[in-house]
T-cell receptor, first 111, second 111 residues
């Protein structure tokens, strides 16, 4: 079974802090994704990566950056967290022609 | 970008059928997916249908596609309390690397 894990289930941070969200997949998938999920808005793509050290902006990249130094790991970085970044963050991965496999999500609260 | 719309809420009684609807705007959509998100968890693929199909059945799940009206539905027969979750419709023209998600429908099953 494909496994996608995220480093934290819940995080509480203060405005202005730098926040790292980590995602690891164990299926040697090329493609990895970061979404945020907000009530009534569904999932919105922040960034994705189709290979090590490669990244592409999604629909809402502002305020975020990403890092993919190893194939299995995709990190989402909030350089200076703001209250409007309080959300559920979901990581996903996919290989060739498959569905996306999702992690359990990280619920981030920015105070 | 593409627009994928769903009702936000649906309540049904245990044992009844549930029908969750989705409309999309991209006429070149090739793949249409249904994902389920249980409380506190990530998204899990339930089923998918190719645009050249009208219907797909998998145990209690029936997917109907009306390509002319760009309307997708998910019917759950004999709905159980364990079916309570958020259901996301997603569409893609190119496959799993480029999904557009709907807002999600929160299904509540009343015992």
């Amino acid at each position: 079974d494909v496994k996608v894990t995220q480093s934290s289930r819940y995080l509480v941070k203060r405005t202005g802090e730098k926040v790292f969200l980590e995602c690891v997949q164990d299926m040697d998938h090329e493609n990895m994704f970061w979404y945020r999920q907000d009530p009534g808005l569904g999932l919105r793509l922040i960034y994705f990566s189709y290979d090590v050290k490669m990244k592409e902006k999604g629909d809402i990249p502002e305020g975020y950056s990403v890092s993919r130094e190893k194939k299995e790991r995709f990190s989402l970085i909030l350089e200076s967290a703001s209250t409007n970044q309080t959300s559920m963050y979901l990581c996903a991965s996919t290989g060739q022609g498959e569905t996306q496999y999702f992690g359990p999500g990280t619920r981030l609260l920015v105070l | 970008g593409e627009d994928v719309e769903q009702s936000l809420f649906l309540s049904v009684r245990e044992g009844d059928s549930s029908v969750i609807n989705c409309t999309y705007t991209d006429s070149s959509s090739t793949y249409l997916y249904w994902y389920k998100q249980e409380p506190g968890a990530g998204l899990q693929l339930l089923t998918y249908i190719f645009s050249n199909m009208d219907m797909k059945q998998d145990q209690r799940l029936t997917v109907l596609l009306n390509k002319k009206d760009k309307h997708l539905s998910l019917r759950i027969a004999d709905t159980q309390t364990g079916d309570s979750a958020i259901y996301f419709c997603a569409e893609s023209t190119t496959g799993a690397n480029n999904l557009f998600f709907g807002t999600g429908t929160r299904l509540t099953v009343i015992p």
